[in-house]
């Protein structure tokens, strides 16, 4: 039986990749960080009892910042596979702690690849890291693929670019097998909440059913190639299968506007919206609604607002990829479009919100959490 390690397998892509990799027959290990609060919600569906016979799901305390810990992890788990996920994701976050960013998505990604070398496991254990679109920044050539020039734009993406390059240092160095997936945008009804699809359908389905009044938004016009999370993580597992290691983006190669993703959020709850104005202050008012879901909403209602505070102190307007390498040599498609993807997490958004309004109209009035 093949064991996988997962960093940041409480995350987005760790919680779909672990599900894959069990359904393949993997035993799974994942790092999970201490927090004060329970932190596992999506894992929790596939948690195994340690305390159980054949346990194939395994989840051990560690951070990356702390390579001591890393080293035991690895020296105990002894995995085929590691995929390297844990990061601080969040671009406009990293402006606010640039040096913490850069220690997890860089510096972490040195931690785990010399941890690996240091135990003498460089040749046993493949290792995937999560690299990013966010590398191409201001973009040199559109669309972009495995040889478009970096040019990043955000202390994410400066930490990413070493953790990057390292990844390559470390292959040609050691000869370990060791690969970066450039991937694009991709999304989920487990995106967490302040990224900015997410943001849109879980604000706007608070908005349907009376929990908020407004979304305030950055920038309306940034362009992305969105896709979505089950398609990718498939993809990181499949480049691990190769004969040799090498890079892939990995992209849908359509792009669309934020601004295109609040109208087809707000069609799905049956709201139809008109963009007033220019720059901070442009709006969103609606036109009309139909259907059942959004009693709480009428037309005239304006619902979504520029807010500069969402404005990245740089910004990266504009993201295409071309998935042709990963089409062609792994045969790797991408199986659910960004409209679908959208109209699941309404959906998800939609029977949560629901949820919520019952609660307070039977006098529970949880708060709803709304900072992004
Ligand atoms: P998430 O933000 O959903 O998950 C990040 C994970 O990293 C969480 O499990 C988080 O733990 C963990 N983590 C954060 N800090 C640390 C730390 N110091 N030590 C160990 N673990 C840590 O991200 P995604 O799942 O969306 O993305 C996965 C990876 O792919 C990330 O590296 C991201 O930068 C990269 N990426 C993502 C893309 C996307 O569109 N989703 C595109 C390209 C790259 P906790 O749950 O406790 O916060
Ligand atoms: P990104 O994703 O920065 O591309 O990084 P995010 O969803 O945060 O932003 C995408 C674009 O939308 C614009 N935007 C807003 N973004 C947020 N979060 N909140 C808003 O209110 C808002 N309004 C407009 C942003 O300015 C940006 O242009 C994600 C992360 O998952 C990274 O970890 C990953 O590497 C890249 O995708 C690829």
């Not at 932190?39 to 910042?65: A, S």
């Not at 402006?95 to 860089?106: G, L, N, R, W």
Request: overall charge negative.
């Amino acid at each position: 039986m093949k064991k996988a390690l997962i960093t940041g397998v409480t995350g987005q892509d760790g919680s779909y990749l672990a599900e894959f990799l069990l359904e393949k027959g993997y035993e799974v290990h994942g790092i999970k960080r201490r927090a004060s609060l329970f932190n596992t919600q999506r894992v929790d569906h596939i948690y195994q009892d340690p305390h159980t016979d054949n346990q194939r799901f395994v989840l051990h305390y560690g951070d990356l910042t702390d390579s001591s810990n890393l080293t035991r992890i690895l020296q105990e788990v002894q995995p085929d596979e590691v995929y390297n996920l844990g990061a601080q994701s969040h671009v406009a976050v990293s402006f606010e702690s640039p040096e913490y960013t850069a220690d997890v998505d860089a510096m972490g990604t040195l931690r785990l690849l010399e941890a690996i070398r240091l135990l003498g496991l460089e040749k046993k254990t493949r290792f995937y890291q999560a690299s990013t679109s966010e590398l191409y920044g201001l973009v040199q050539e559109t669309p972009q693929k495995e040889t478009t020039p970096f040019y990043p734009r955000s202390p994410y993406a400066v930490a990413k670019l070493y953790a990057y390059w390292i990844t390559v240092n470390y292959r040609e160095a050691y000869g370990m097998y060791a690969c970066n997936g450039v991937l694009f945008n991709h999304e989920s009804p487990r995106r967490g909440e302040t990224f900015v699809t997410r943001k849109i359908t879980r604000g706007l389905a608070n908005i349907a059913q009376g929990l908020e009044s407004c979304l305030y938004m950055g920038n309306l016009d940034a362009l992305r190639d969105w896709g979505h999370a089950k398609d990718y993580v498939r993809m990181q597992w499949m480049m691990l299968q190769q004969d040799q290691p090498e890079d892939f983006v990995v992209a849908t190669g359509v792009q669309y506007s934020v601004r295109e993703f609040i109208q087809w959020s707000a069609a799905e709850l049956g709201i139809e919206l008109r963009f007033e104005g220019e720059g901070v202050d442009e709006t969103a008012v609606v036109v009309s609604v139909s259907g059942e879901s959004a009693p709480a909403v009428k037309p005239g209602d304006v619902v979504v607002k520029v807010d500069p505070r969402y404005f990245r102190p740089a910004e990266v307007e504009t993201l295409l990829g071309d998935p042709t390498k990963a089409k062609e040599k792994l045969g790797w498609v991408p199986e659910i479009t960004v409209q679908e993807m959208c109209a699941e997490m309404v959906q998800e958004d939609l029977q949560a919100a629901k949820r919520h309004a019952l609660l307070k109209a039977h006098g529970h009035d949880v708060p709803v959490s709304v900072e992004n």
